[in-house]
């Protein structure tokens, strides 16, 4: 099975708020983008520093396992659309990239 990781870069638009942006992320809608059929798992990771100009604070790394990999990142979209749909999308996320990669080699470790 194909596996492969979506990158995604966020910033909170509202830095008195990013706890509470955090919290959601981490609570609602990673759980939310995870019912989406071959994504398996995610980590998210803050910068170290402050990002330069037009790059994220916060990554997700998405897990993505999928024999059809347009499928499963068209059904992350459609995913997205219906939480979106249902209000479940805090006012200060702010996307800054979204970069799916398909794994190439095994994984190695030390």
């Known amino acids: 099975m194909p596996k492969a990781i979506v990158l ?34 995610a980590t998210r990771y803050q910068v170290l520093g402050e990002p330069g100009p037009g790059q994220g604070k916060f990554l997700a790394v998405y897990e993505v396992e999928a024999d059809d990999l347009p499928s499963a990142l068209g059904g992350v979209q459609k995913r997205l659309a219906e939480v979106t749909a249902q209000g479940r999308i805090v006012d200060t996320v702010r996307l800054v990239s979204f970069v799916p990669c398909l794994q190439i080699s095994p994984r190695q470790a030390a």
């Open 8 to 41: 995604v870069f966020t910033n909170c638009a509202d830095p008195a708020r990013e706890a509470e942006f955090n919290e959601w992320y981490n609570n609602t809608h990673v759980p939310d983008i995870l019912q989406a059929e071959g994504f398996v798992a």
